[in-house]
């Protein structure tokens, strides 16, 4: 195992407050990735980093922005959430360029009310 | 635009059944293509990356197959404990930032 957390686990939140989830990795791994899955939905690419502070957007950016201050973290932030951001994230890792395999971290479930 | 379907959306079968899982593909010039295991409640995880049509791979009771539209995923003499949600994904294009696209995912339910 690639040896990733997210915190929090569960989180309940009303429309429109910010929300920050992070992402935590001890492998030293140089990609990251935030991603949601929904019912009816494969999981969806939301932003990756290919590096510290490099970051880029993946499929469904948009209410969404993330930050990587250090290797081992990568925050994602709904500046204002909305009922439409009520879903599970996951964040993966990989070693290598995006051919390679990735590692997936045990998801939070977001619930916007 | 690039489209990665998967059928059935759910398969049940008995212990010892063996079957197969589809995956259909449409994409620009495919790089990889991946197969993740998904258990309820928690994230994917990695099984396969075949590269090339003809190639194959096998892990235990499952071998991975690929061709110029499809991959399976062939599933022989499967026990209870291989129920899960089986993920497909592909990368194409030539650009760095070409991403990964995933599939819906099968939903298998292996009976006692």
């Known amino acids: 195992d690639a040896g990733i957390t997210q915190s929090p686990r569960h989180k309940v939140t009303e429309t429109g407050t910010p929300v920050t989830l992070r992402c935590h990795q001890t492998?030293?791994?140089?990609?990251m990735y935030w991603y949601r899955q929904d019912p009816g939905h494969g999981l969806r690419l939301i932003h990756y980093?290919?590096?510290?502070?490099?970051?880029d957007k993946g499929e469904v950016s948009d209410g969404y922005s993330v930050s990587r201050s250090k290797t081992e973290d990568f925050l994602l932030t709904l500046e204002s959430a909305t009922s439409s951001q009520t879903s599970v994230y996951f964040c993966?890792?990989?070693?290598?360029?995006?051919?390679?395999?990735?590692?997936f971290g045990p998801g939070t479930r977001l619930t916007v009310t | 635009e690039d489209q990665v379907t998967q059928s059935p959306e759910a398969l049940r079968l008995q212990e010892g059944e063996s079957s197969s899982l589809n995956c259909s593909y449409t994409?620009?010039?495919?790089?990889?293509l991946f197969w993740y295991r998904q258990d309820p409640g928690k994230g994917p995880e990695f099984l396969f990356t075949?590269?090339?049509a003809g190639e194959e791979k096998e892990k235990e009771r499952l071998k991975a197959t690929l061709t110029k539209k499809e991959s399976f995923l062939h599933i022989t003499a499967p026990k209870p404990e291989d129920s899960a949600t089986y993920l497909c994904?592909?990368?194409?294009?030539?650009?760095?930032?070409?991403?990964?696209?995933f599939g819906k995912g099968t939903r298998l339910h292996i009976l006692p």
């Open positions: 993966a890792t990989s070693r290598t360029e995006l051919l390679s395999e990735q590692y």
């Open positions: 994904a592909v990368q194409g294009g030539m650009n760095r930032d070409d991403k990964i696209i």
């Open positions: 980093s290919y590096g510290v502070k490099d970051t």
């Open positions: 994409v620009s010039g495919l790089r990889g």
């Open positions: 492998e030293n791994h140089r990609y």
């Open positions: 075949l590269y090339s």
